[in-house]
C-alpha cells in the first residue's frame, strides 16, 4: 500500500521539522558523533544517501550507546523537511519527540 506508507512517511518528516524548531534536532556529522558520545541522543536518523563509512561508523556508535535509529529517508525528503540540502545525519535530542518519531515509524504501513 504505497498510499499508506507515503501519508505516513510525510507525516513523519513534518514531525521531524517541529522537532527541529523546537531546537531538539542536532544536524551533521560531527555534532551528532559528540552528542551521541555524550548520550544526549534519542534517535539518529541516517540518510540513505550517506556514505557507507559513515553509516557503518553511526550504526556502531548507536549499537554501543543503545541509541535506535532509521534509514528509510533520501538526502531530499530530509532536506525538504529541514529546509537544507544535502542532510546525512540526523539526530534527536528530546526523549519524549524520539519516542513519537519512532513510534510514527514503526506504526502499521511504514514497513510495507
Request: proline letters at 2%.
Amino acid at each position: 500500500m504505497i498510499f499508506g506508507r507515503r501519508w505516513k512517511l510525510d507525516k513523519m518528516l513534518s514531525f521531524l521539522g517541529l522537532t527541529r524548531k523546537s531546537g531538539n534536532l542536532i544536524l551533521g556529522y560531527n555534532k551528532n558523533e559528540e552528542a551521541i558520545k555524550m548520550r544526549k541522543l534519542y534517535l539518529l536518523i541516517l540518510s540513505k544517501g550517506a556514505s557507507e563509512n559513515t553509516k557503518d561508523k553511526f550504526k556502531g556508535y548507536c549499537e554501543k550507546y543503545k541509541v535506535p535509529y532509521i534509514e528509510d529517508f533520501t538526502p531530499d525528503e530530509l532536506g525538504y523537511a529541514l529546509g537544507y540540502e544535502g542532510i546525512a545525519v540526523v539526530g534527536v535530542s528530546d526523549r519524549n519527540m524520539a519516542r513519537k518519531l519512532e513510534e510514527q515509524y514503526n506504526s502499521k504501513g511504514m514497513e510495507e
